[in-house]
C-alpha cells in the first residue's frame, strides 16, 4: 500500500510559477513510476507528466512540454512538478499516482495504482 499527499497548489498569475510536491509513505519508493494528471471543471483528467522510478526518463504532455518538469528525489520519498510560464488553461485540479515500474503506458490514468488527493492550481489575473 501506497499512500500519496499532495501540496504546493495555489493562486499564482498567467506567466507565474509553482512547485507541486508528492510525498508517498512505504519502503520502496524507487520502484514505483509516478504521474501527474489534471481535470478542470467538466472535462475529463487528462495526462500531464510522469517520471519513471529512476528518474532517469520523463514524459510530456504536449500543451505542458517546455514549460513543467517533472522529477523526483527518492531518499525523500518526494515527487515535484515544477510548473513555469502558467496560463489560465493550466487551472485544474492536479493529481499525482504512483504505479511499479514494468510495461504501463504512463499516458493513461488507468495505469495507476495509488492516487494522491489532488491540489488546486488556479491560474489568474
Known amino acids: 500500500q501506497v499512500q500519496l499527499v499532495e501540496s504546493g497548489g495555489g493562486l499564482v498569475q498567467p506567466g507565474g510559477s509553482l512547485r507541486l510536491s508528492c510525498a508517498a509513505s512505504?519502503?520502496?519508493?524507487?520502484?514505483?513510476?509516478m504521474g501527474w494528471f489534471r481535470q478542470a471543471p467538466g472535462k475529463e483528467r487528462e495526462f500531464v507528466a510522469a517520471?519513471?522510478?529512476?528518474?532517469?526518463?520523463?514524459y510530456y504532455a504536449s500543451s505542458v512540454k517546455g514549460r513543467f518538469t517533472a522529477s523526483r528525489d527518492n531518499a525523500k520519498k518526494v515527487g515535484y512538478l515544477q510548473m513555469n510560464s502558467l496560463k489560465p488553461e493550466d487551472t485544474a485540479v492536479y493529481y499525482c499516482?504512483?504505479?511499479?515500474?514494468?510495461?504501463?503506458?504512463?499516458?493513461?490514468?488507468?495505469?495507476?495504482?495509488?492516487w494522491g488527493q489532488g491540489t488546486q492550481v488556479t491560474v489568474s489575473s
Open positions: 499516482a504512483v504505479v511499479l515500474h514494468g510495461l504501463q503506458q504512463l499516458r493513461l490514468a488507468r495505469s495507476y495504482e495509488y
Open positions: 512505504g519502503r520502496t519508493f524507487s520502484s514505483y513510476d
Open positions: 517520471v519513471t522510478g529512476s528518474g532517469i526518463s520523463t
